[in-house]
């Protein structure tokens, strides 16, 4: 979305707001438990960019590019799970 188009709905209707959608300026992370059985908080507060589109409501977060590599972390040990390319989407 940050290109200006939606890709959702192709529309040319995105707004784009500097620290996410509470205006806050930062994404804080919640704390996590490393596989080795030690807590470790993730104490990351990533600068994000908010995107709204105005014709379908699809809403986008982008990372800052300062903090990309402190996603490595996250993705580790947070709880994410990649979604492969071709994925169904749910509807």
């Known amino acids: ?3 200006g188009i939606c890709p ?3 529309a040319a209707e995105v ?3 500097d ?3 509470g205006g806050g300026g930062t994404l804080t992370t919640a704390p996590y438990w ?3 059985g030690l807590f470790r908080p993730l104490s990351h507060d990533l600068a994000v960019t908010a995107f709204i589109c ?3 409501g699809h809403i986008a977060l982008q990372v800052a590019a300062q903090d990309r590599e ?3 972390d996250l993705f580790q040990y947070g709880g994410w799970t990649h979604v492969p390319p071709g ?3 749910d509807d």
Do not use: D, F, I, S
């Open 34 to 36: 490393k596989r080795e």
């Open 8 to 10: 959702v709905c192709g």
């Open 15 to 17: 707004y784009q707001k």
């Open 19 to 21: 620290g996410g959608l």
């Open 87 to 89: 994925t169904p989407q």
């Open 1 to 3: 979305m940050h290109n």
């Open 54 to 56: 105005r014709r379908c």
């Open 70 to 72: 402190r996603l490595a």
